[in-house]
């Protein structure tokens, strides 16, 4: 066990566990003031649920075994999971399975985005047990665990952009379309907090390095490259919102901004190991600009995913598989003339999809007959806002006393 | 007694505030409010910055006060004073509501009428 490698895991951790709440005031400051509270618990409270879960089945599932699709029963409750050993020399067992564990939390978190606004509390707390169970631990497992398929026919997903933002994505466009539409906002909403929105970016960004330097699993060169990378397609991404703002309305949009910094930061996800600095532009050149129409002309969906997770987490997560397989250098790449890469990253990318968008429907469709949950809060819960309907709080007191 | 309700812009307050209180005027209450006149509103974004725009309220201050009958002419010319943009004024300076007001208590004394001001 190499310490230096031990130390920059626990690091990175530390890092995309951060993530989480930087994706609650990401959220937070995008919805109406009414819902500020449970917006920001949804994802709070997905380190809580997925923070037990997988200590006692959720790791096991997933990193268990050597099986092409899912894990096995050996680490349940952690059992056996060495924090001194490993089978790789530079890191032990446990650190991999907290740094995974950080992963598991925010993805489920991001789904919330999508239902923003009127999803009943006490059914997400159930979805989430059952969405990491049966949905994400498979795909980890494809994508990361021994002998898994998604793995196992060559395509390249450096940290996560399959498992991590196209299975968030995809189960939020599952859910917007059962949860239906919000009520009354023809127009939209404005963001309530634009400063929550980017403060909650600046944290993610933040974050991101531990997501895909620490996806190095080492402290060494690929770690760093993976650092210059994130950055650069973030900043590019941001940059890329600015400009299309500017020159459609003549205005420079800060959510615009955050929106584009967080889009850059998912598609450089899979292709931080594979990508250098030039390359990491594209990345976030591409990322800005398929992002931002698909949230110009997100009225034409027919379905009312509130904070645009298909479009930051979804387009912005398949431009990155497919961008990786282009830009990747070492004789890979589409840039070398190599085609290999993308049918692989393709394939994983459509598995992905389909998986998760149809178990989720089923999931969410069971939960919705369950005699005591279902997935909507009442039309007047609604209206009043979620704070006061589900957690008895409000983001703001302004009754004039103290 | 009468009753004075001015509306103003938001960043023109300190400056009518210190106007009512050169007139002799003793005490003020403010509300921040929202709202559109011939001005009309203000465009703000509802798409994530990129392009659904569309008009809500503008922000403006109310500032709230009472003042004897014999005071009314010097306020009034004090507030318009300071709450006219520079020049000729420009649309959106604001509005002045002015009502009877029928009687007023002090609570520490129970006083009543000018007084109690």
Redesign the interface.
Known sequence: MDTGTTAWLLTSSALVLFMTPGLAFFYGG?VRGKNVVNTIMLSFMAMAVVGVAWIVWGYSLAFGGANEFIGNFDFIGFRDVDANAGPDAGYSSMIVAIFQMMFAIITPALITGAVAERFKFKTYLVFLLIWMTVVYAPIAHWVWGDGGWIGGIGASDFAGGTVVHINAAMAAVAAAILVGKRRGIP?????HNVPYVVLGAGILWFGWFGFNAGSALAADGVAVNAFLVTNTAAAMGALT??L??YL??G?A?????A?GAVAGLVAITPAAGDVGAMGSLGVGLGAGILT?LV??Y??KLMFDDAL?VFAIHGIGGIWGALATAIFAVGGIGVIDGEFGLLWANFRAVAATIGYSFVMTFVILKVLDYVPGLGLRVEETEEDGGLDIAEHGERGYVGDGAD | MIKIEAIVRPERVNLVIAALEDAGCTGYHLFNITGAGQQRGVEVFTGRGAGTVVRTALPKTLISTVIPDDMKDSVIEAIVGAARSAGDGAIGDGKIFISKMDEVVRVRTGESGDIAL
Do not use: P
Not at chain 1, 187 to 191: P, S
Not at chain 1, 253 to 257: F, Q, T
């Open positions: 995008l127009n939209g909403i404005e963001a919102w600015v299309l703002s459609t309305t205005k949009s800060a959510v615009g901004a929106s931002w949230v110009k997100r009225h645009d």
